[in-house]
């Protein structure tokens, strides 16, 4: 399962709020609710969020095996 805990540690440590996420990287909020709920997102919105955030994959998502 891939889990998008370290996106909201990395987002904080670079002072993003959600907001600021979907005005920089135009990411609409039903993608912020489906990655809060750790749901399939495109890999188009992993890209948005790398370059936004100026990080790289493993800063934001992780697998998890069940």
């Given at each position: 399962?891939?889990?998008?805990?370290?996106?909201?540690?990395?987002?904080?440590?670079k002072g993003?709020?959600?907001?600021?996420?979907?005005?920089?990287?135009g990411?609409?909020?039903?993608?912020?609710?489906?990655?809060?709920?750790?749901?399939?997102?495109?890999?188009?919105?992993?890209?948005?969020l790398?370059?936004?955030?100026?990080?790289?994959?493993?800063?934001?998502?992780?697998?998890?095996?069940?």
């Amino acid at each position: 399962m891939i889990v998008f805990d370290k996106l909201w540690v990395t987002m904080k440590a670079k002072g993003f709020s959600t907001y600021t996420l979907r005005e920089k990287c135009g990411i609409d909020s039903k993608t912020v609710r489906r990655l809060k709920a750790n749901e399939n997102i495109e890999t188009k919105t992993l890209d948005k969020l790398c370059e936004a955030l100026d990080c790289n994959i493993a800063d934001i998502a992780e697998f998890i095996k069940k």
